[in-house]
């Protein structure tokens, strides 16, 4: 049969006269680590993102995002498309495209007006409000997580990209601690036979040869209840710590992390510097932020010098800001001065370093 080219299947997403937030109304960073850039230029807490912006991370970096009433976060070694962003009144339909990498997603709760889909090279999900994961890897190969609510997930068939919210009407719901893997090569199989199917029958116009596909070949598109997997709790602790984590920062916190980053870029310091708040204690160096952790006790003065660890690193700073040494190992957060000695506790045992060094004594 003759190929259609659909131009009249209108998207899960929009009518007619919304309006296109511009600027940061609707869209914009709220934290981020390491490297990120916006459109291969680099960026800074609280710029703006706008429909089409691409965002990508560097390794050991991530970005959150807060779009509308919806966070996510982009994490380490991520590019995504930001390829619709969209507000009317009250009512928020985003589409993300995920390249390459992972999101963490958190949207608000939407109504039936509303949409928030992620796209990766072979996959879509749709969400009414929930927490979950998406992943794309170098292979095209999508994986799904839910922590909170459920998904709507179905296969990418180009074809039918205008038609979204049909193909989602027919897709099953991936539920709370489930998981759902969708391949390049399923894909491929997929679409060579809705291929097959718009080539050996006849439609009369677009949205007749949609209804043709999603009859003959639904089942093939969306995830398939047997895809459906249940994750372990050693696959889901990670993540689901690190999406309850995804908030935005106080107003009070940013604008002090934005005064250090401008200290620190006219007068930098070879070492960096930390900025304690009460909750968090950040590293930032070489213009930006490199690290957080957070403060499980308050840091031991020693003279003109703090000392804190948390987590993953133990910091010695001046009490202005400039980092005097860090160390890297794993630690309870817990510390104190013994006979002239740091006293780090970490997993079964005590770590002493020297005051001025850190060196393991």
């Known amino acids: ?196 199917i718009l080539d050996s029958e006849p439609a009369k116009s677009d949205e007749a040869a949609v209804r043709l596909v999603l009859k003959r070949a639904g089942g093939d598109i969306v995830a398939g209840k047997e895809d459906i997997k249940k994750f372990s709790v050693a696959d889901y602790a990670k993540d689901n710590r690190e999406i309850i984590a995804v908030k935005e920062k106080p107003v009070e916190v940013i604008r002090q992390i934005k005064k250090v980053i401008k200290i620190e870029k006219e007068a930098p310091k070879p070492q960096g510097r930390i900025l304690i708040t009460r909750y968090e204690v950040f590293f930032i160096k070489n213009g930006k932020v490199e690290w957080e952790g957070k403060v499980v006790e308050d840091p031991v003065k020693s003279n003109d010098r703090l000392y804190i660890a948390s987590g993953d690193y133990v910091f010695c700073a001046s009490v202005d800001g400039p980092v005097l040494w860090r160390k890297k190992f794993e630690n309870e957060g817990r510390i104190r001065i013994v006979e002239n000695k740091l006293v780090v506790e970490t997993k079964g045992e005590e770590i002493r370093l020297d005051l001025n060094t850190g060196d393991r004594r």
Request: charged content about 30%; proline content about 4%; overall charge positive.
């Open 1 to 196: 049969m003759k190929r259609i080219t659909l131009v009249l299947i209108v998207p899960m997403v929009l009518g007619l006269g919304c309006i296109r937030e511009k600027g940061g109304d609707l869209s914009k960073i709220i934290f981020m680590i390491g490297e990120v850039t916006k459109n291969n230029a680099a960026v800074q807490i609280g710029d703006p993102v706008h429909e089409r912006d691409v965002i990508r991370t560097g390794a050991d970096s991530f970005c959150d995002i807060k779009i509308g009433e919806s966070l996510i976060r982009v994490k380490q070694n991520t590019r995504v498309l930001m390829s619709s962003l969209v507000r009317k009144g009250a009512a928020e339909n985003i589409s993300i495209d995920l390249g390459v990498g992972k999101l963490l997603c958190k949207p608000k709760k939407l109504l039936k007006s509303e949409s928030f889909l992620i796209k990766t090279p072979t996959a879509i999900a749709g969400v009414r409000g929930t927490q979950f994961t998406v992943e794309a890897d170098a292979n095209s190969t999508s994986r799904i997580k839910v922590f909170e609510g459920h998904v709507k997930v179905a296969k990418r068939i180009r074809y039918l990209d205008p038609s979204i919210s049909e193909v989602l009407k027919m897709a099953p719901e991936v539920n709370k601690d489930e998981k759902v893997i969708i391949t390049k090569p399923e894909v491929e199989k997929t679409e060579k036979l809705v291929d097959w």
